[in-house]
């Protein structure tokens, strides 16, 4: 009854955030042979990484696009070094969240994509908000992988803890990549400990979109 209440509200309500349900996000991993453990519930996900990485996505639906901030906790119970998130092959980070962008056009045209292959796409634009590295808090950092498709925005370096987070998706898209915010058409998370042989153990719960 709870769970319906909520939805009926967040329908009736103008700009009441939607809570995005975790449970089946699907696993991408990039080695035959390594990967996470990652285990859902409706409400989160939890993650142990050990020397490995991948990350857990799922697509959104075309009225989903218009979310223009976004809300989540997320707690980190072992860390791994800090690093230089600048640096591909030498940039293990505890939690990363993505949000990806593309033109209408082009997401209509990529509904159905892996995400390998929208993040492969020209036109998509990547903000990632990073739990990990050495780095400030609030830095925007080039993507070693993505090129000019990718950034990374610092939330927290690498440490332990508990944290609430509220961003401003389309303030922080135009900061990234200048011009307007494009339609959000996917969400991942990924943890990272594969280039320090490390081990991480993360959680993150109360993803909302607004």
């Not at 142990?48 to 697509?59: F, H, K, N, R, Y």
């Amino acid at each position: 009854m709870k769970r319906i209440l909520a939805l009926t509200l967040a329908m009736m309500v103008p700009g009441l955030a939607a809570a995005q349900p975790f449970g089946n996000w699907k696993e991408q991993r990039f080695s035959l042979f390594s990967g996470n453990d990652w285990a859902q519930t409706a409400d989160g996900v939890q993650v142990v990484s050990d020397g490995a990485v991948s990350l857990i996505w799922t697509p959104l639906a075309p009225a989903q696009g218009k979310a223009r901030k976004a809300s989540w906790g997320w707690s980190v119970a072992q860390s791994v070094p800090a690093t230089d998130l600048t640096q591909k092959g030498g940039d293990d980070r505890n939690l990363s969240l993505y949000f990806v962008f593309m033109p209408e056009d082009v997401a209509a045209q990529n509904r159905n994509a892996s995400i390998r292959k929208l993040l492969s796409v020209k036109e998509a634009r990547v903000l990632m908000y990073v739990w990990g590295g050495e780095h400030a808090r609030g830095a925007v950092l080039p993507s070693p992988y993505l090129g000019a498709r990718g950034k990374t925005l610092i939330m927290r370096k690498a440490s332990t803890g508990a944290h609430s987070e509220n961003v401003d998706l389309a303030g922080d898209f135009a900061k990234a990549f200048g011009g307007v915010k494009t339609t959000l058409v996917g969400l991942a998370v990924s943890a990272d400990s594969d280039d320090t042989d490390s081990t991480l153990k993360a959680s993150l719960a109360g993803l909302r979109l607004q």
